[in-house]
């Protein structure tokens, strides 16, 4: 029986914005990341396309949560 190899798969995000700081903490327990001259930086690794896929979507509902949170705050 042949087993299908899986490979490493990898991801990186850079967001620009005056929020960075505030985003990356709404991921903190979510993603690696760094913060530089507001420039958010995530990185993600995982051994198949559906994990990584997974990975992302948690990724972007914690952004997506934490911009709506830091809108309704500004108001």
Same mark, same amino acid.
């Given at each position: 029986?042949?087993?299908? +190899? +899986?490979? +490493?798969?990898?991801? !990186?995000? +850079?967001? @620009?914005?005056? =929020? !960075? &700081?505030? =985003? #990356?903490?709404?991921? /903190?327990?979510? #993603?690696?990341? !760094?913060?530089?001259?507001?420039?958010?930086?995530?990185?993600?690794?995982? &051994? !198949?396309?559906?994990?990584? @896929? /997974? @990975?992302?979507?948690?990724?972007? @509902?914690?952004?997506?949560?934490?911009?709506?949170?830091?809108? /309704?705050? &500004?108001?």
């Amino acid at each position: 029986m042949k087993f299908q +190899k +899986k490979n +490493k798969i990898s991801l !990186s995000l +850079k967001i @620009r914005s005056t =929020l !960075s &700081d505030s =985003l #990356a903490a709404g991921l /903190a327990t979510e #993603a690696a990341f !760094s913060v530089e001259e507001e420039i958010l930086t995530l990185n993600e690794n995982a &051994d !198949s396309f559906v994990d990584l @896929r /997974a @990975r992302w979507n948690t990724i972007m @509902r914690g952004l997506i949560a934490s911009e709506q949170v830091l809108k /309704a705050v &500004d108001k």
